[in-house]
């Protein structure tokens, strides 16, 4: 079976530009999160979302947005890039929502701002 | 907040030392722990995970016991071999701010293995 799969695996963009990532989960798995990881450290949570809805968002400013399609797919959209978005963003997905349901991480999708 | 505190690295180790990694965890409640690796230029793997005190979670020789008196999830494997050259992250499941289900990572230790 497929695992999580995100597209682009890599892209640059400038400065101010905007930028959505993609993300398909694991077949049969109805929750998806998103996270960002700043080299030399670990993931932090943007978004989760479950059956289409917002289910939580992390400190992160609104330029950053989300949404969950009724296949589950989901996109992460990122407007007036800045420098400091170069990141690796990691999609996650999980069969259910209740904590401590194992998360399933995608290869990520590695953003560089120039 | 829930937060993951790990031994800062890197570990540097000659093949078939044994590994220790040093997680530390701060939670209300009782989360489940998680030992994710990251391998060059890749995502997340799952390791291996404990849902409640005194679980034992095991993968690929690798082994974390949940310990909640000393709220602890320590990593070791007995023989490290080349291959397991990675990143390792500790990580906790929360909830929190409305999210039902999200992680809380270390900031990980990275191991090298030398032949």
């Known amino acids: 079976d497929a695992g999580v799969t995100q597209s682009p695996t890599h892209l640059i963009k400038t400065r101010g530009q905007q930028v959505t990532l993609r993300c398909s989960p694991i077949?049969?798995?109805?929750?998806v999160s998103w996270y960002q990881q700043v080299l030399g450290q670990g993931p932090q949570f943007i978004f989760q979302y479950y059956e289409k809805e917002e289910r939580g968002r992390g400190n992160f400013p609104d330029r950053f947005s989300a949404r969950q399609f009724p296949n589950y797919s989901s996109e992460l959209n990122v407007n007036a890039l800045l420098l400091g978005d170069s990141a690796l963003y990691l999609c996650?997905?999980?069969?259910?929502?209740?904590?401590?349901?194992?998360?399933?991480f995608g290869e990520g999708s590695w953003l560089t701002v120039v | 907040g829930n937060s993951v505190t790990q031994m800062e690295g890197p570990v540097t180790l000659s093949e078939e030392a044994f590994l220790t990694i040093n997680c530390t965890y701060t939670?209300?409640?009782?989360?489940?722990l998680f030992w994710y690796v990251q391998y060059p230029g890749e995502g997340l793997q799952l390791l291996l995970k404990?849902?409640?005190?005194?679980d034992k979670g095991s993968n690929k020789g690798f082994e974390a016991t949940y310990r909640k008196e000393t709220t602890s999830f320590h990593l070791e494997k007995g023989s490290v071999q080349v291959s397991d050259s990675a990143v390792y992250f500790c990580?906790?499941?929360?909830?929190?701010?409305?999210?039902?289900?999200?992680?809380?990572f270390g900031t990980g230790t990275l191991l090298a293995v030398q032949p």
């Open positions: 990580a906790l499941s929360d909830r929190d701010g409305g999210a039902t289900n999200k992680l809380i």
């Open positions: 404990a849902t409640k005190a005194d």
């Open positions: 939670a209300t409640g009782y989360p489940s």
């Open positions: 077949s049969g798995h109805k929750s």
């Open positions: 996650a997905s999980s069969l259910a929502d209740r904590a401590g349901n194992t998360i399933y």
